[in-house]
C-alpha cells in the first residue's frame, strides 16, 4: 500500500483522523481546491454550509477519481472554511457524514486540518477542499 496511517503514542486523542501519513508511492496526485460548483460551474448550496461541504467533497472525489485514485490514497486532506468559528462545527460536520459512506471515505481520515479564511474564490463560496494522495 501507497500510503501508512498512524497516530504515534501520546499525540491527542481522540480526533477523528490519524496525525501523521507516509507516502512509499511513486505518483502523487494533487486535487486543487474544490468548492461547491457543478459541472458547469454554477453554484451549488449557497449560503449553507452542509451543502457546500457535501458537493466539494463530492468533486474532490471526481478530481481523485479522474487520476485513478480515492479517498483511501489520501496522504492529506485541507478544508478552508471563510469566517470560520467552533459554533460552526456541527454544520461542517454534518456535510462530512452526509457523504462520508457514499464517497468510500474511511475513518479514521488521513491528517486533516481546517483553516478560517476571511474570503474564498467568490462571495458565495463558504467552504474549499484540497486532497493530496499517492499511487503505487
Not at 67 to 86: E, K, N, Q
Given at each position: 500500500?501507497?500510503?501508512?496511517?498512524?497516530?504515534?503514542?501520546?499525540?491527542?486523542?481522540?480526533?477523528?483522523?490519524?496525525?501523521?501519513?507516509?507516502?512509499?508511492?511513486?505518483?502523487?496526485?494533487?486535487?486543487?481546491?474544490?468548492?461547491?460548483?457543478?459541472?458547469?460551474?454554477?453554484?451549488?448550496?449557497?449560503?449553507?454550509?452542509?451543502?457546500?461541504?457535501?458537493?466539494?467533497?463530492?468533486?474532490?472525489?471526481?478530481?481523485?477519481?479522474?487520476?485513478?485514485?480515492?479517498?483511501?490514497?489520501?496522504?492529506?486532506?485541507?478544508?478552508?472554511?471563510?469566517?470560520?468559528?467552533?459554533?460552526?462545527?456541527d454544520d461542517f460536520m454534518a456535510g462530512v457524514e452526509g457523504v462520508a459512506e457514499e464517497l468510500g471515505m474511511p475513518l479514521p481520515?488521513?491528517?486533516?486540518?481546517?483553516?478560517?479564511?476571511?474570503?474564498?474564490?467568490?462571495?458565495?463560496?463558504?467552504?474549499?477542499?484540497?486532497?493530496?494522495?499517492?499511487?503505487?
Amino acid at each position: 500500500m501507497a500510503v501508512q496511517l498512524l497516530t504515534p503514542e501520546g499525540m491527542f486523542q481522540p480526533v477523528p483522523y490519524h496525525h501523521v501519513s507516509i507516502g512509499t508511492g511513486t505518483r502523487q496526485v494533487h486535487v486543487a481546491g474544490q468548492i461547491a460548483r457543478d459541472a458547469e460551474g454554477n453554484a451549488v448550496a449557497t449560503g449553507d454550509l452542509t451543502g457546500q461541504v457535501a458537493h466539494a467533497l463530492r468533486n474532490t472525489a471526481r478530481g481523485l477519481a479522474g487520476a485513478g485514485a480515492s479517498f483511501s490514497d489520501l496522504v492529506r486532506l485541507r478544508f478552508f472554511v471563510t469566517h470560520w468559528s467552533p459554533d460552526k462545527a456541527d454544520d461542517f460536520m454534518a456535510g462530512v457524514e452526509g457523504v462520508a459512506e457514499e464517497l468510500g471515505m474511511p475513518l479514521p481520515w488521513p491528517p486533516v486540518s481546517l483553516i478560517g479564511v476571511d474570503y474564498l474564490f467568490e462571495p458565495d463560496v463558504l467552504v474549499e477542499v484540497e486532497a493530496f494522495a499517492v499511487l503505487d
